[in-house]
């Protein structure tokens, strides 16, 4: 069912560019997965002929958009328990746990937060377009723990994508890493991409990488790890753990990028020993979003939430204060 139809002209800066692209340009309240989502059920045409996502448009041509309501959700909802810190007509805030997944994709389907949210606001939130990240704004990793945004409806996630995008939403998280930062404080600004050796891991300087700076300032150094407040300025994949694995302190309890197993073969004795200490009191990569800033999409006004320490990283800070 057709809600509304828009017309639209391509002004000659827009021309080339794919039509969900151009779309999203042109329409403020919209996201560009709603547009690809249109264009591939037929609902976007360019001269009278209905075309797919990644036809190219060009200067001249007429483009109707049919504006219509959005196909049933295809992730289930389920009855998980969600610990939100805010909720209004517009937004979430969320406290994700250790252990998540954030959404559905292979290999877990079931169990996610957005299978949670769903449960919880039912169609409210299920009436944004995207069928498996429903009011997503930004993403935390399965291991990472803390705050994320989650907008109700779809204007907010577009207003709320668009804020990210220009850097006004602030997130800052927490980390244990190993060994002993060289500077109290510094920035990070090498490009991030997905490693041409293994595609399911991201590195630095690939040859298509995206630009990614992280700020960082430490908080309490133990000797053997650094406790350390970090801030993201981009939101890259795996970032955080990337750039700190770089540099040869990555995150403890970091499978993937250096931080358990791969870490322990650098030490020795009694360094060694603790080491196998904290990584059992560490069953994750010690990561958490703990601060997170950004204005809300009614009036732009700044909101600021917290999040206090895990339990699990609590324990190991506790612990190498012990030791130290």
Known sequence: MTDHKLVLN??????DL???????????????????KLASTGHIFVDGKCVKPSFKIRTGMRVEVELVAPPPIEAVPEDIKLDIVHEDDRIVIVEKPAGMVV???AGNYEGTLVNALLHHFGKQIGEIIDPVRPGLVHRLDKGTSGLLVVAKDERALAYLQKELKDRRIKRTYLALVWGDL????????????????DRKKMTVYPRHGKHAITHYSVEKRFGLATAAKIRLETGRTHQIRVHMSHFGHPVVGDPVYGGRTTYLRRLTG??????????????RQA?????????????????????????????????LMRII
């Not at 391509?10 to 021309?15: S, W």
């Not at 909101?303 to 800070?317: E, H, I, R, T, V």
């Open 270 to 283: 009694k360094d060694k020993t603790t080491a196998v200490a904290l990584l059992g009191i560490l069953q």
């Open 10 to 15: 391509v002004p000659e800066e827009l021309q």
């Open 18 to 36: 794919r039509i969900d692209i151009f779309c999203s340009r042109k329409v403020a309240d919209r996201t560009r997965s709603y547009f690809t």
């Open 287 to 319: 990561l958490h979003a703990a601060e997170l800033e950004l204005p809300h999409p009614d009036d732009g006004r700044v909101l600021k939430f917290n999040s206090k320490l895990p339990d699990d990283m609590g324990s190991a800070l506790q612990y």
């Open 103 to 105: 959404h559905p994709a």
């Open 182 to 197: 060289a500077i109290d404080s510094g920035t990070i600004d090498l490009p991030v991409g997905r490693s041409e050796r």
